[in-house]
């Protein structure tokens, strides 16, 4: 009698324990799906967003480069070549007053 009621209380709790692991692997399912679709997100995100900034992005980075070597031969080398110049000047003028000084 008292293996008898052991059985039934132990098939009762085999039950319950199946019950349990059906509604965890339901929830995990569903989980899963809401993963998959916010990951979906992501790269939707991604694709329609962060590549078009990126791009932007790079083409700033190229214009600002290309900037930067029109200034270079704009400015600043005719800049360094008048400084040249005034060196060139101020030395010779330098040899020539040291040499009449002799």
Request: proline share 2%.
């Amino acid at each position: 009698m008292i293996v008898g009621t052991l059985l039934v209380q132990l098939s009762q709790i085999r039950d319950l324990m199946l019950i349990i692991l059906a509604l965890q692997s339901f929830v995990v399912g569903i989980l899963l799906v809401l993963v998959l679709w916010q990951t979906w997100k992501l790269i939707k995100l991604l694709r329609q967003e962060v590549i078009p900034l990126l791009d932007t992005t790079k083409e700033s980075v190229e214009q600002v480069s290309n900037t930067t070597v029109f200034v270079g031969r704009s400015v600043a080398a005719p800049f360094v070549r008048l400084q040249a110049w005034a060196a060139g000047i101020r030395e010779a003028l330098r040899a020539a007053r040291s040499q009449t000084d002799v």
